[in-house]
């Protein structure tokens, strides 16, 4: 075979591989075969400086018009691949711009959060001082110091929640037996009494247990705010306008409020305060059971025997105190016709306030 027909034969073997490759790495190895240094095509270019001489620019001519042809037929099956590659590498990300983006949903407060707030602002600007209580708290401060009679049902197994050990032993917090999930937030008041300098203006919110299973009207925990105002001279008036003016402040000037003779055995006396119910405007509806009022706190004067277990002279101090459930007075704000919602983390429920 002479050299020419060498030439013509390779550059068409290297252009058929150059079409077939399926690849730019395949196309870079028929490259690099073809036209490397130790390459099919560099070799046969190499031969033709032993062609004679008047052969030699016929053959040299031929030579480089293939290497050419190869390097022109490379770029443009790259170009090709390459653009391919590309696209396939596009579509395996499968990025599809076109989608809307996922929104980041931002935390809020909770209504109840919120509303304790909303709540303590209201005495804060009045002069009162927040304090915290424990959760779980004895017996004494939850029932004995605040004047509960040992028999009182509240204290039954049914009604609050015990807390036993490990063991099943009742615990016990500073040598008192009986420990209980607080029932209530009154036993704020007799901490205070007992460890703050004297006038006493304070609110405490928080948690509170019972037993009872949720349904539209109880939950086995919610929110209180207890208040206490200990102070010399303070009277029964000062009980009513404290908590008129509280009551204007969350519900607004056009609702009304009555005070209604009760018993807490803490407070001596002691009186519930309504609202007129907002939904009839006070002629008397389904929300308000037909009455026009909603209970929405208990309150009363501190009773005497309370000022015993603290050691405060009666004589020279008196003083008032209230307790209200947050929950309750969120649906009474807000018209909420079951308790649970509160609890349950519904987007669709909070989202509305
Ligand atoms: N602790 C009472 C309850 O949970 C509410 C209460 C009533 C608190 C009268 C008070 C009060 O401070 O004076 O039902």
Redo the contacts with the bound molecule.
């Keep these: 075979m002479s050299i020419l027909e060498a030439i013509d034969e390779q550059q068409a073997a290297v252009l058929s591989r150059i079409a077939e490759a399926s690849s730019t790495a395949e196309l870079e190895s028929v490259r690099v075969e073809a036209l490397g240094k130790k390459g099919s095509l560099t070799q046969l270019l190499r031969g033709i400086s032993q062609v004679p001489t008047e052969e030699r620019a016929a053959v040299g001519q031929a030579g480089n018009a293939a290497r050419d042809l190869v390097e022109a037929a490379l770029e443009q099956r790259r170009a090709i691949l390459a653009t391919a590659e590309l696209q396939a590498r596009i579509n395996a990300a499968a990025i599809d711009v076109t989608l809307p983006g996922r929104a980041h949903t931002i935390g809020a407060q909770h209504l109840i959060s919120r509303l304790t707030e909303e709540i303590v602002e209201v005495f804060r600007g009045i002069g009162y001082r927040v304090v915290s209580g424990s959760e779980v708290e004895t017996c004494y401060y939850n029932f004995t110091a605040l004047n509960t009679p040992p028999d009182h049902p509240s204290k039954s197994l049914a009604d609050t929640f015990y807390v036993v050990d490990r063991s099943g032993e009742q615990s016990a917090i500073a040598g008192e037996s009986d420990v209980v999930l607080r ?4 036993g704020v ?1 007799v901490h205070t009494m007992e460890d703050c300098e004297l006038p006493i203006y304070i609110l405490a919110p928080g948690r ?1 247990y019972r037993r009872d299973v949720a349904d539209p009207t109880h939950l086995p925990q919610f929110t ?1 705010i ?3 105002v200990v102070d010399k001279g303070i009277t029964f008036g000062d009980l009513k306008g404290t908590l008129e003016y509280f009551c204007q402040q969350v519900f607004g000037p056009a609702r009304k409020t009555r005070f209604r003779p009760h018993f ?1 055995p ?2 001596e006396p ?1 009186a519930e305060v309504d609202v007129s119910c907002g939904i009839c405007g006070g002629t008397g509806c389904r929300s308000c059971k037909g009455t026009g009022w909603l209970e929405i ?4 004067m501190v009773d005497p025997n309370v000022y015993g277990y603290v050691d405060i002279d009666p004589e020279e101090y008196s003083g ?6 947050v929950e309750r007075i969120a649906c009474l704000k807000y018209n909420v016709p079951d308790l649970r919602y509160l609890l349950e983390g519904d987007m669709r429920f909070l989202r509305q306030f």
Excluded: I, Y
């Design positions: 029932t209530q937030t009154s008041q509170v209180q207890e208040g206490l807490f803490f407070t002691s706190l208990g309150c009363g008032f105190a209230f307790g209200l459930g």
